[in-house]
């Protein structure tokens, strides 16, 4: 599939702003054809780039919160395993959840060859189909600008519950005051008013990180500006 | 824990080496009962949707197993009312009149006998089973293997398996675990490993297949019993 076509059938499987609640709906639309659902999901396509792309979401990790050999990571949207699938080689055990089935169904063809990964749809927002205390690591790119605030703050206080006393959790979205940004604003802001999508992005500030992370209890709270144009909160689970 | 020696250094390396295999079996436990708790809850929609899935094409599999049952039924039956107006053309052709009639047009090529039956099927008993490799289908390869479950509805045990080709008998092996089958029916003494197979040869040609049971080391019975037809290398 061209790069055109993909983005004209990706504009086809978009749904009204009306339903952006409406996550898995809206996801599942996008996830019909890979090339659609890869181009949904990272705005680009191809094996190459998806890996390129990751590995920079891997660096930053790694630089955030740390990555070790032994960590049980939880990935939050995974989508079509983009990061998890070169991260997988990196920890102990991956776990990519999402909202999405048809995603997750792209995901499970690219994860065949890596056997300590496991797939899990989430019914609605939130992780109720993971137990307490059971990560290291939980982690969430590139996924918070689809989500309104409240729905952001959950996926925090159920980081906050997922993770393992001393667990490190990770959640980046784009800030308004950065050139890429507030590119991505203005890209959204040109639809016209009754065109506007459900997936549209839409930003984080600084502030309201600080404050879910803060809310939801976790510990040594930062705020960290990427050389990506995005900011990202990390935090770890007090020890009991 | 085994940290002995004198070199400080060489101590702590066995030290953190030990640490991180602690790491390592704790962070495994713990992977392990995320997957558990996947397992076991009802909450986790993916697994749910692949069983159900997975539930759907069973039963597409059953139905179409069934559909080709009814086929091969409707088959046999036309097979038999074709041999049954063979037999009535054969009568006429016996008759004076017939004979008097041909004595104007030319003789026909004699027809071939039927394939006489060396052993024929066992008497038929009353089984619960099914065939995870449908016996209805065309045969295209040089063998099959028949692989299902059964156990005789009036208890008993299956003390062995056979299948039998136009009385060519091929001996089956029992005692494969169900246990899904085990799970859906509950526990069968008699049968607790309730799984068989057996391989067969398929000449080219229409065959009688009948799948037979002994029960209790005694007397031989039928599970099913089917016309055949095997078309090696047809597409």
């Not at chain 1, 996008?30 to 890996?51: I, K, N, R």
């Amino acid at each position: 599939m061209s790069l055109e076509e993909a983005h004209a059938r990706w504009q086809e499987s978009t749904s009204a702003l009306g339903e952006r609640s409406a996550y898995k709906r809206v996801w599942d639309r996008q996830a019909g054809e890979f090339d659609v659902a890869s181009l949904a999901v990272g705005g680009f396509m191809g094996e190459e780039t998806l890996d390129q792309r990751a590995q920079g979401t891997i660096a930053t990790l790694r630089k955030t919160i740390g990555l070790h050999g032994e960590d049980v990571v939880l990935e939050i949207g995974c989508g079509i395993a983009r990061v998890g699938k070169p991260l997988s080689r990196l920890c102990l055990h991956w776990f990519g959840a999402d909202i999405s089935g048809g995603m997750l169904g792209h995901a499970a063809k690219r994860l065949k060859d890596c056997p300590n990964t496991t797939l899990v749809e989430l019914a609605t927002v939130g992780l109720q189909e993971f137990p307490g205390d059971a990560f290291d690591v939980v982690y969430c790119t590139v996924v918070f600008m689809h989500l309104f605030e409240w729905d952001r703050y959950r996926y925090v206080e159920e980081a906050m519950r997922v993770l393992r006393p001393g667990g490190r959790a990770y959640f980046d979205n784009f800030p308004l005051d950065s050139e890429h940004g507030w590119q991505v604003f203005s890209q959204g802001a040109m639809y016209p008013l009754a065109n506007r999508p459900a997936h549209l992005s839409m930003s984080s500030s600084r502030e309201e990180l600080l404050a879910y992370m803060t809310r939801a209890g976790f510990a040594e709270v930062v705020i960290h500006d990427l050389p990506n144009g995005l900011i990202a909160a990390t935090g770890r689970k007090p020890d009991e | 824990m085994s940290a002995a020696g004198g070199d400080p250094v060489e101590r702590a390396a066995t030290l953190q080496a030990e640490l991180d295999a602690v790491k390592r079996r704790e962070a495994s436990f713990r992977a392990k009962m995320v997957h558990e708790f996947l397992e076991r809850g009802e909450r986790n929609t993916y697994m749910h949707t692949l069983r159900e899935e997975r539930a759907a094409l069973v039963k597409r599999g059953q139905e179409a197993s069934s559909d080709l049952e009814v086929l091969t039924r409707k088959l046999e039956a036309s097979s038999q009312r074709a041999e049954a107006a063979q037999s009535e053309i054969e009568r006429i052709k016996a008759s004076f009149w017939w004979r008097i009639a041909r004595m104007f047009v030319p003789a026909p090529a004699p027809v071939r006998a039927p394939r006489a039956v060396t052993i024929p099927p066992a008497e038929g008993g009353a089984f619960t089973y099914y065939f995870h490799t449908s016996p209805f289908r065309i045969y295209r390869g040089g063998t099959f293997t028949l692989r299902g479950w059964a156990w005789p509805e009036a208890g008993g045990a299956i003390t062995a398996i056979r299948a039998n080709l136009d009385g060519r008998l091929f001996a089956g092996r029992l005692g494969r675990e169900e246990p899904e089958v085990i799970a859906r029916y509950g526990p069968q003494p008699a049968n607790p490993k309730p799984g068989f197979e057996v391989s067969f040869e398929t000449l080219p040609g229409r065959h009688m297949l009948a799948i037979e049971a002994q029960v209790a080391g005694a007397e031989w019975r039928t599970i099913m019993c089917t016309s055949i037809w095997c078309e090696p290398g047809s597409p």
